[in-house]
Protein backbone atom coordinates (compact mmCIF):
# COMPACT_ATOMS: atom_id res chain seq x y z
CA UNK A 1 0.00 0.00 0.00
CA UNK A 2 2.93 2.08 1.04
CA UNK A 3 4.29 1.35 -2.45
CA UNK A 4 0.69 2.57 -4.03
CA UNK A 5 0.91 5.68 -2.24
CA UNK A 6 3.96 6.99 -3.04
CA UNK A 7 3.77 5.82 -6.72
CA UNK A 8 0.27 7.68 -6.49
CA UNK A 9 2.29 10.99 -5.41
CA UNK A 10 4.64 10.66 -8.33
CA UNK A 11 1.90 10.63 -10.47
CA UNK A 12 0.60 13.77 -8.92
CA UNK A 13 3.45 15.66 -8.79
CA UNK A 14 4.19 14.68 -12.51
CA UNK A 15 0.60 15.87 -13.33
CA UNK A 16 1.42 19.57 -11.47
CA UNK A 17 4.26 19.84 -13.06
CA UNK A 18 3.62 18.80 -16.72
CA UNK A 19 0.10 21.20 -15.90
CA UNK A 20 2.60 24.07 -14.71
CA UNK A 21 4.44 23.73 -18.45
CA UNK A 22 1.65 23.04 -20.83
CA UNK A 23 -0.41 26.48 -18.91
CA UNK A 24 3.19 28.50 -19.43
CA UNK A 25 3.60 27.07 -23.05
CA UNK A 26 -0.46 27.73 -24.10
CA UNK A 27 0.41 31.77 -22.68
CA UNK A 28 3.46 31.93 -24.41
CA UNK A 29 1.78 31.06 -27.33
CA UNK A 30 -1.07 33.10 -26.95
CA UNK A 31 1.52 36.32 -26.34
CA UNK A 32 3.32 35.29 -30.03
CA UNK A 33 0.64 34.88 -32.06
CA UNK A 34 -0.78 38.16 -30.90
CA UNK A 35 2.16 39.77 -31.42
CA UNK A 36 2.31 38.34 -34.93
CA UNK A 37 -1.02 39.74 -35.63
CA UNK A 38 0.00 42.58 -34.65
CA UNK A 39 3.09 43.35 -36.71
CA UNK A 40 1.00 41.83 -39.53
CA UNK A 41 -1.37 44.68 -38.71
CA UNK A 42 1.30 47.19 -38.57
CA UNK A 43 2.84 45.99 -41.87
CA UNK A 44 -0.09 46.17 -44.08
CA UNK A 45 -0.49 49.81 -42.50
CA UNK A 46 2.45 51.16 -43.40
CA UNK A 47 2.18 49.08 -47.01
CA UNK A 48 -1.86 50.26 -47.24
CA UNK A 49 -0.64 54.22 -46.76
CA UNK A 50 2.20 53.89 -49.28
CA UNK A 51 0.27 52.40 -51.60
CA UNK A 52 -2.42 55.39 -51.33
CA UNK A 53 0.13 58.33 -51.52
CA UNK A 54 2.07 57.23 -54.55
CA UNK A 55 -1.53 56.42 -56.01
CA UNK A 56 -2.86 59.95 -55.25
CA UNK A 57 0.85 61.74 -56.54
CA UNK A 58 0.30 59.29 -59.53
CA UNK A 59 -2.93 60.62 -60.17
CA UNK A 60 -1.68 64.05 -59.73
CA UNK A 61 1.07 63.63 -62.28
CA UNK A 62 -1.29 62.35 -64.91
CA UNK A 63 -3.54 65.23 -64.95
CA UNK A 64 0.04 68.02 -65.16
CA UNK A 65 1.62 65.19 -67.76
CA UNK A 66 -1.77 65.00 -70.18
CA UNK A 67 -1.94 68.86 -69.99
CA UNK A 68 1.92 69.43 -70.44
CA UNK A 69 1.47 66.54 -73.71
CA UNK A 70 -1.09 68.85 -75.11
CA UNK A 71 0.80 71.97 -75.31
CA UNK A 72 3.38 73.01 -78.17
CA UNK A 73 6.80 73.89 -76.99
CA UNK A 74 7.09 76.07 -79.56
CA UNK A 75 4.80 78.23 -79.31
CA UNK A 76 4.72 78.45 -75.40
CA UNK A 77 8.37 79.35 -75.65
CA UNK A 78 7.73 82.75 -77.18
CA UNK A 79 4.91 83.76 -75.53
CA UNK A 80 4.86 87.21 -73.69
CA UNK A 81 2.25 88.82 -71.75
CA UNK A 82 1.65 91.27 -74.39
CA UNK A 83 0.56 88.58 -76.48
CA UNK A 84 -2.55 87.79 -74.84
CA UNK A 85 -5.62 88.60 -78.07
CA UNK A 86 -3.33 86.44 -79.56
CA UNK A 87 -4.37 82.73 -81.17
CA UNK A 88 -1.34 80.91 -79.97
CA UNK A 89 -1.99 82.05 -76.65
CA UNK A 90 -5.70 81.63 -76.01
CA UNK A 91 -4.93 78.32 -77.55
CA UNK A 92 -2.65 77.40 -74.97
CA UNK A 93 -4.58 78.96 -72.86
CA UNK A 94 -7.99 76.92 -73.91
CA UNK A 95 -5.80 73.46 -73.39
CA UNK A 96 -5.30 74.32 -69.81
CA UNK A 97 -8.54 75.69 -69.26
CA UNK A 98 -10.56 72.66 -70.25
CA UNK A 99 -8.39 70.76 -67.16
CA UNK A 100 -9.14 73.96 -65.20
CA UNK A 101 -13.36 72.90 -65.85
CA UNK A 102 -13.43 69.25 -65.77
CA UNK A 103 -10.68 68.02 -63.63
CA UNK A 104 -11.16 67.98 -59.99
CA UNK A 105 -8.13 70.46 -58.93
CA UNK A 106 -7.57 73.99 -57.65
CA UNK A 107 -5.38 75.58 -60.21
CA UNK A 108 -3.77 74.85 -63.48
CA UNK A 109 -1.15 77.44 -64.80
CA UNK A 110 1.90 77.70 -66.99
CA UNK A 111 5.25 78.85 -65.35
CA UNK A 112 8.90 79.73 -66.87
CA UNK A 113 12.48 79.15 -65.61
CA UNK A 114 13.67 82.50 -65.72
CA UNK A 115 17.64 80.68 -65.17
CA UNK A 116 18.41 82.25 -61.99
CA UNK A 117 16.80 80.11 -59.77
CA UNK A 118 13.47 81.62 -59.63
CA UNK A 119 10.25 80.63 -61.25
CA UNK A 120 7.33 82.71 -62.80
CA UNK A 121 3.72 82.55 -64.03
CA UNK A 122 2.77 82.42 -67.89
CA UNK A 123 -0.90 81.17 -68.52
CA UNK A 124 -3.34 80.70 -66.19
CA UNK A 125 -6.91 80.20 -67.09
CA UNK A 126 -8.17 81.40 -63.54
CA UNK A 127 -11.15 83.10 -63.37
CA UNK A 128 -10.81 84.76 -60.19
CA UNK A 129 -7.19 86.05 -59.27
CA UNK A 130 -4.96 84.46 -61.78
CA UNK A 131 -1.51 84.76 -61.33
CA UNK A 132 0.06 88.01 -63.49
CA UNK A 133 2.10 86.79 -66.54
CA UNK A 134 5.53 87.22 -65.36
CA UNK A 135 4.40 87.52 -61.70
CA UNK A 136 6.85 85.25 -59.22
CA UNK A 137 5.86 81.29 -58.33
CA UNK A 138 6.94 79.68 -54.63
CA UNK A 139 9.98 77.59 -55.29
CA UNK A 140 9.89 74.04 -54.25
CA UNK A 141 12.19 71.28 -55.13
CA UNK A 142 9.81 69.48 -56.87
CA UNK A 143 8.99 72.57 -59.53
CA UNK A 144 13.56 72.70 -59.53
CA UNK A 145 12.99 69.03 -61.05
CA UNK A 146 10.60 69.45 -62.98
CA UNK A 147 12.47 72.40 -64.89
CA UNK A 148 14.99 69.70 -65.10
CA UNK A 149 12.89 67.56 -66.93
CA UNK A 150 11.55 64.89 -64.59
CA UNK A 151 7.90 65.63 -63.54
CA UNK A 152 7.49 65.30 -59.74
CA UNK A 153 5.48 66.19 -57.07
CA UNK A 154 5.67 68.02 -53.92
CA UNK A 155 6.64 65.79 -51.02
CA UNK A 156 5.18 68.92 -48.05
CA UNK A 157 2.74 71.21 -48.83
CA UNK A 158 3.54 74.75 -49.25
CA UNK A 159 1.75 77.99 -48.93
CA UNK A 160 1.22 80.60 -50.89
CA UNK A 161 -1.67 83.98 -51.39
CA UNK A 162 -3.90 81.63 -53.20
CA UNK A 163 -3.57 78.67 -50.40
CA UNK A 164 -2.27 75.78 -49.61
CA UNK A 165 -1.41 73.00 -51.88
CA UNK A 166 0.68 69.92 -52.80
CA UNK A 167 1.38 70.38 -56.72
CA UNK A 168 2.01 68.04 -59.87
CA UNK A 169 4.67 69.56 -62.32
CA UNK A 170 5.78 68.75 -65.49
CA UNK A 171 7.94 69.88 -68.29
CA UNK A 172 6.96 71.29 -71.56
CA UNK A 173 9.73 70.25 -74.52
CA UNK A 174 10.22 72.36 -77.55
CA UNK A 175 11.07 70.43 -80.83
CA UNK A 176 14.40 70.28 -79.74
CA UNK A 177 13.56 68.83 -76.34
CA UNK A 178 14.62 71.12 -74.25
CA UNK A 179 12.50 72.33 -71.44
CA UNK A 180 10.67 75.68 -72.46
CA UNK A 181 7.81 75.43 -69.71
CA UNK A 182 6.32 73.54 -66.86
CA UNK A 183 2.83 73.02 -66.11
CA UNK A 184 1.67 73.23 -62.27
CA UNK A 185 -1.33 71.10 -61.33
CA UNK A 186 -2.48 72.50 -57.74
CA UNK A 187 -4.70 70.18 -55.51
CA UNK A 188 -5.91 71.41 -51.70
CA UNK A 189 -3.57 70.03 -48.49
CA UNK A 190 -6.78 69.22 -46.93
CA UNK A 191 -8.48 67.55 -49.98
CA UNK A 192 -5.18 65.25 -50.27
CA UNK A 193 -4.61 64.62 -46.13
CA UNK A 194 -8.11 63.54 -46.31
CA UNK A 195 -7.58 61.08 -49.32
CA UNK A 196 -4.93 59.74 -47.38
CA UNK A 197 -6.37 59.75 -43.98
CA UNK A 198 -9.92 58.22 -44.82
CA UNK A 199 -7.68 55.04 -46.63
CA UNK A 200 -6.27 55.03 -43.37
CA UNK A 201 -8.96 54.99 -41.11
CA UNK A 202 -10.25 51.89 -42.90
CA UNK A 203 -7.03 49.53 -42.68
CA UNK A 204 -7.08 50.72 -38.87
CA UNK A 205 -10.71 49.30 -38.67
CA UNK A 206 -9.57 46.52 -40.54
CA UNK A 207 -6.25 45.65 -38.86
CA UNK A 208 -8.22 45.84 -35.52
CA UNK A 209 -10.99 43.90 -36.84
CA UNK A 210 -8.53 41.12 -37.83
CA UNK A 211 -6.34 41.56 -34.53
CA UNK A 212 -9.83 40.59 -32.76
CA UNK A 213 -10.45 37.82 -35.20
CA UNK A 214 -6.83 36.32 -34.66
CA UNK A 215 -7.42 36.86 -31.06
CA UNK A 216 -10.55 34.95 -30.57
CA UNK A 217 -9.03 32.47 -32.93
CA UNK A 218 -5.93 32.12 -30.50
CA UNK A 219 -7.95 31.80 -27.14
CA UNK A 220 -10.51 29.54 -28.23
CA UNK A 221 -8.28 26.97 -29.47
CA UNK A 222 -5.90 27.33 -25.77
CA UNK A 223 -9.05 27.84 -23.96
CA UNK A 224 -10.35 24.65 -24.96
CA UNK A 225 -7.32 22.69 -24.59
CA UNK A 226 -7.04 24.30 -21.07
CA UNK A 227 -10.47 23.25 -19.83
CA UNK A 228 -9.96 19.60 -21.17
CA UNK A 229 -6.02 19.57 -19.36
CA UNK A 230 -8.38 21.03 -15.93
CA UNK A 231 -10.74 18.73 -16.27
CA UNK A 232 -8.21 15.83 -16.60
CA UNK A 233 -5.77 16.69 -13.75
CA UNK A 234 -8.88 17.15 -11.53
CA UNK A 235 -10.03 13.36 -12.32
CA UNK A 236 -6.33 12.10 -11.82
CA UNK A 237 -5.87 13.85 -8.54
CA UNK A 238 -8.85 11.84 -7.15
CA UNK A 239 -8.05 8.51 -8.64
CA UNK A 240 -11.54 7.06 -8.48
CA UNK A 241 -12.85 4.21 -10.61
CA UNK A 242 -14.85 6.95 -12.57
CA UNK A 243 -11.38 8.30 -13.87
CA UNK A 244 -10.21 4.84 -15.02
CA UNK A 245 -13.49 4.36 -17.32
CA UNK A 246 -12.71 8.07 -18.30
CA UNK A 247 -9.08 7.71 -18.81
CA UNK A 248 -9.83 4.06 -21.17
CA UNK A 249 -12.16 6.44 -22.74
CA UNK A 250 -9.69 8.45 -23.69
CA UNK A 251 -7.43 5.93 -24.67
CA UNK A 252 -10.32 4.79 -27.31
CA UNK A 253 -10.31 8.22 -28.28
CA UNK A 254 -6.51 8.62 -29.06
CA UNK A 255 -6.10 5.44 -30.74
CA UNK A 256 -3.91 3.90 -28.17
CA UNK A 257 -6.08 1.13 -27.18
CA UNK A 258 -9.16 -0.56 -27.68
CA UNK A 259 -10.45 -1.12 -24.08
CA UNK A 260 -10.49 0.50 -21.07
CA UNK A 261 -8.60 0.06 -17.49
CA UNK A 262 -11.17 -1.45 -14.47
CA UNK A 263 -8.45 -0.86 -11.80
CA UNK A 264 -7.03 2.22 -10.25
CA UNK A 265 -4.12 0.86 -10.40
CA UNK A 266 -3.97 0.49 -14.27
CA UNK A 267 -4.76 4.60 -14.64
CA UNK A 268 -2.13 5.43 -17.09
CA UNK A 269 -0.13 8.08 -15.76
CA UNK A 270 0.13 11.81 -17.11
CA UNK A 271 3.78 11.43 -18.65
CA UNK A 272 2.11 8.87 -20.94
CA UNK A 273 -0.59 10.29 -21.98
CA UNK A 274 -1.48 13.72 -20.96
CA UNK A 275 -0.64 14.75 -24.48
CA UNK A 276 -2.24 12.08 -26.02
CA UNK A 277 -5.82 12.78 -24.71
CA UNK A 278 -5.91 16.30 -24.17
CA UNK A 279 -3.72 17.39 -27.41
CA UNK A 280 0.00 18.06 -27.62
CA UNK A 281 1.60 21.43 -27.78
CA UNK A 282 2.52 20.60 -31.15
CA UNK A 283 -0.50 19.49 -32.13
CA UNK A 284 -2.40 22.98 -30.78
CA UNK A 285 0.57 24.52 -32.44
CA UNK A 286 -0.42 22.92 -35.41
CA UNK A 287 -3.88 24.23 -35.57
CA UNK A 288 -3.53 27.88 -34.38
CA UNK A 289 -0.79 27.93 -37.80
CA UNK A 290 -3.78 26.45 -39.44
CA UNK A 291 -5.77 28.67 -38.44
CA UNK A 292 -3.29 31.63 -39.00
CA UNK A 293 -2.38 30.47 -42.69
CA UNK A 294 -6.60 31.08 -43.25
CA UNK A 295 -5.98 34.93 -41.31
CA UNK A 296 -3.23 35.14 -43.62
CA UNK A 297 -4.76 34.81 -46.81
CA UNK A 298 -7.85 36.89 -45.89
CA UNK A 299 -5.42 39.77 -44.72
CA UNK A 300 -3.40 39.28 -48.04
CA UNK A 301 -6.80 39.16 -49.82
CA UNK A 302 -7.48 42.52 -48.23
CA UNK A 303 -4.54 44.15 -48.96
CA UNK A 304 -5.05 43.34 -52.60
CA UNK A 305 -8.56 43.63 -53.04
CA UNK A 306 -10.59 47.13 -53.68
CA UNK A 307 -12.94 47.06 -51.02
CA UNK A 308 -16.16 49.05 -52.64
CA UNK A 309 -15.87 47.56 -56.31
CA UNK A 310 -14.33 44.14 -55.26
CA UNK A 311 -11.36 44.37 -58.14
CA UNK A 312 -8.05 44.45 -57.80
CA UNK A 313 -6.70 47.59 -55.95
CA UNK A 314 -3.31 49.94 -56.52
CA UNK A 315 -0.69 47.80 -54.72
CA UNK A 316 -1.74 44.69 -56.30
CA UNK A 317 -1.66 47.13 -60.01
CA UNK A 318 1.58 48.43 -58.95
CA UNK A 319 2.95 44.68 -58.98
CA UNK A 320 1.36 43.70 -61.70
CA UNK A 321 3.44 46.55 -63.73
CA UNK A 322 6.38 45.26 -61.98
CA UNK A 323 5.97 41.98 -63.43
CA UNK A 324 5.04 43.07 -67.32
CA UNK A 325 8.11 44.97 -66.93
CA UNK A 326 10.32 41.90 -66.14
CA UNK A 327 9.08 40.60 -69.33
CA UNK A 328 9.81 43.40 -71.08
CA UNK A 329 13.08 43.30 -69.95
CA UNK A 330 13.95 39.48 -70.70
CA UNK A 331 11.73 40.01 -74.20
CA UNK A 332 8.79 37.92 -72.77
CA UNK A 333 6.31 40.47 -72.65
CA UNK A 334 2.98 40.11 -74.94
CA UNK A 335 0.63 41.90 -73.61
CA UNK A 336 -2.01 45.11 -73.73
CA UNK A 337 -3.69 47.72 -71.46
CA UNK A 338 -7.25 49.67 -71.39
CA UNK A 339 -7.56 52.55 -69.40
CA UNK A 340 -10.73 53.49 -67.94
CA UNK A 341 -12.11 56.62 -66.66
CA UNK A 342 -16.15 57.56 -65.79
CA UNK A 343 -17.82 60.24 -67.33
CA UNK A 344 -19.08 63.13 -65.30
CA UNK A 345 -18.81 61.75 -62.38
CA UNK A 346 -18.32 65.06 -60.05
CA UNK A 347 -21.58 66.48 -61.31
CA UNK A 348 -23.45 63.54 -60.52
CA UNK A 349 -21.33 63.78 -56.50
CA UNK A 350 -22.19 67.62 -56.31
CA UNK A 351 -25.88 67.07 -57.77
CA UNK A 352 -27.10 63.47 -56.39
CA UNK A 353 -24.65 62.82 -53.79
CA UNK A 354 -21.65 61.28 -53.26
CA UNK A 355 -23.80 57.35 -52.76
CA UNK A 356 -24.80 57.39 -55.97
CA UNK A 357 -21.22 58.46 -57.50
CA UNK A 358 -19.92 55.06 -55.66
CA UNK A 359 -22.95 53.32 -56.99
CA UNK A 360 -21.86 54.57 -60.72
CA UNK A 361 -18.19 53.57 -59.98
CA UNK A 362 -19.71 49.87 -58.64
CA UNK A 363 -21.64 49.26 -61.82
CA UNK A 364 -18.38 50.50 -64.18
CA UNK A 365 -16.30 47.61 -61.91
CA UNK A 366 -18.76 45.52 -62.61
CA UNK A 367 -19.24 45.84 -66.30
CA UNK A 368 -15.15 45.63 -66.45
CA UNK A 369 -15.22 42.40 -64.25
CA UNK A 370 -17.36 40.55 -66.57
CA UNK A 371 -15.73 41.52 -69.47
CA UNK A 372 -11.91 41.40 -68.77
CA UNK A 373 -12.36 38.80 -65.54
CA UNK A 374 -11.63 40.69 -62.03
CA UNK A 375 -7.69 39.02 -61.85
CA UNK A 376 -7.12 41.45 -64.89
CA UNK A 377 -9.11 44.39 -63.46
CA UNK A 378 -7.68 47.08 -60.99
CA UNK A 379 -8.85 50.54 -59.69
CA UNK A 380 -5.95 52.60 -59.70
CA UNK A 381 -7.90 55.92 -58.85
CA UNK A 382 -11.58 57.37 -57.36
CA UNK A 383 -13.10 56.40 -61.11
CA UNK A 384 -9.98 55.35 -63.48
CA UNK A 385 -10.08 51.55 -64.33
CA UNK A 386 -7.17 49.79 -65.87
CA UNK A 387 -7.40 46.55 -67.32
CA UNK A 388 -4.67 44.48 -68.23
CA UNK A 389 -4.73 41.47 -71.16
CA UNK A 390 -1.57 39.36 -71.64
CA UNK A 391 -3.50 36.03 -72.15
CA UNK A 392 -4.28 36.50 -75.58
CA UNK A 393 -2.90 34.61 -78.93
CA UNK A 394 -4.30 37.61 -81.16
CA UNK A 395 -3.67 40.36 -78.73
CA UNK A 396 -5.05 42.79 -81.52
CA UNK A 397 -8.23 40.99 -82.14
CA UNK A 398 -9.40 39.79 -78.89
CA UNK A 399 -8.60 43.54 -77.77
CA UNK A 400 -10.97 44.50 -80.54
CA UNK A 401 -13.51 41.94 -79.34
CA UNK A 402 -13.45 43.00 -75.66
CA UNK A 403 -13.45 46.51 -76.24
CA UNK A 404 -17.36 45.81 -78.12
CA UNK A 405 -17.88 43.51 -75.52
CA UNK A 406 -18.01 46.19 -72.94
CA UNK A 407 -19.61 48.80 -75.02
CA UNK A 408 -22.60 46.72 -75.17
CA UNK A 409 -22.80 45.80 -71.74
CA UNK A 410 -23.02 49.25 -70.52
CA UNK A 411 -25.46 49.79 -73.29
CA UNK A 412 -27.69 46.86 -71.49
CA UNK A 413 -26.69 48.27 -68.09
CA UNK A 414 -28.38 51.41 -68.87
CA UNK A 415 -31.14 50.37 -70.66
CA UNK A 416 -32.06 48.10 -67.32
CA UNK A 417 -32.06 51.81 -65.45
CA UNK A 418 -35.32 53.70 -64.62
CA UNK A 419 -35.72 56.99 -66.38
CA UNK A 420 -34.24 59.24 -63.78
CA UNK A 421 -31.57 56.60 -62.83
CA UNK A 422 -27.91 58.03 -63.91
CA UNK A 423 -26.86 56.52 -67.28
CA UNK A 424 -23.34 55.00 -67.17
CA UNK A 425 -20.65 56.81 -69.82
CA UNK A 426 -16.92 55.26 -69.40
CA UNK A 427 -13.95 56.84 -71.59
CA UNK A 428 -11.45 54.64 -72.69
CA UNK A 429 -7.94 54.08 -74.40
CA UNK A 430 -6.02 51.10 -75.00
CA UNK A 431 -2.25 50.58 -76.27
CA UNK A 432 -0.66 47.13 -77.43
CA UNK A 433 2.97 46.71 -76.38
CA UNK A 434 5.16 47.09 -79.41
CA UNK A 435 8.40 45.04 -78.52
CA UNK A 436 10.22 47.65 -81.31
CA UNK A 437 9.28 50.87 -79.38
CA UNK A 438 8.49 50.10 -76.40
CA UNK A 439 11.29 49.91 -73.02
CA UNK A 440 9.08 49.96 -70.14
CA UNK A 441 5.33 49.47 -69.39
CA UNK A 442 5.05 53.59 -68.97
CA UNK A 443 5.49 53.99 -72.27
CA UNK A 444 2.30 51.60 -73.60
CA UNK A 445 0.67 53.59 -70.58
CA UNK A 446 1.06 57.11 -71.93
CA UNK A 447 -0.32 56.11 -75.08
CA UNK A 448 -3.17 54.25 -73.90
CA UNK A 449 -4.04 57.40 -71.37
CA UNK A 450 -3.47 59.75 -74.07
CA UNK A 451 -5.82 57.68 -76.24
CA UNK A 452 -8.69 58.02 -73.59
CA UNK A 453 -8.15 61.31 -72.61
CA UNK A 454 -9.30 61.74 -76.56
CA UNK A 455 -11.83 59.63 -76.31
CA UNK A 456 -12.97 61.81 -72.86
CA UNK A 457 -12.37 65.11 -75.30
CA UNK A 458 -15.10 63.41 -77.97
CA UNK A 459 -17.41 62.54 -75.28
CA UNK A 460 -17.43 66.59 -73.65
CA UNK A 461 -18.08 67.78 -77.32
CA UNK A 462 -21.42 66.01 -77.25
CA UNK A 463 -21.81 66.45 -73.43
CA UNK A 464 -20.52 69.53 -72.73
CA UNK A 465 -22.92 70.09 -70.14
CA UNK A 466 -21.45 66.76 -67.72
CA UNK A 467 -18.46 67.62 -65.91
CA UNK A 468 -15.46 64.56 -65.11
CA UNK A 469 -14.06 64.09 -61.30
Known amino acids: MDKDKDKNKVKNKRALIHKYHLKMGLILLTVVMLTVNVVLGLLLMSQSQEAMQTQIRERMLDVSNSA ?113 GIVAADFAAGWYDEQVNRHMYTVIISCVLSLVFGGVIVFLITGRMRRGFVKLNKEMKDLTVDMAELAGELRIASGLSTGHTDHVNNIPSFDENSYSTIGSISELVHDVRKEMHEYIAEAHALAYTDAMTGVMNRTAYIERVERLNGRIHDGTASFAIVIFDVNGLKEVNDKRGHECGDMIIIDTARALREVFRTKNVYRVGGDEFIAVLDDATDLEETLDNLMHMFDRNLIKMNRRKQENDVKLAVSKGAAIYNKDEDTDFNVIFRRADEAMYKDKAEYYKVHGDRRKR
Open 68 to 180: AALLDGDVLEKLTAEDEDTKEYQDSLDVLRAFQENVDLEYIYGIRDMGDGTFTFTIDPAEEDPGEFGSPVKYTEALYQASQGTAAVDENPYEDEWGRFYSSYSPVLNSQGKVV
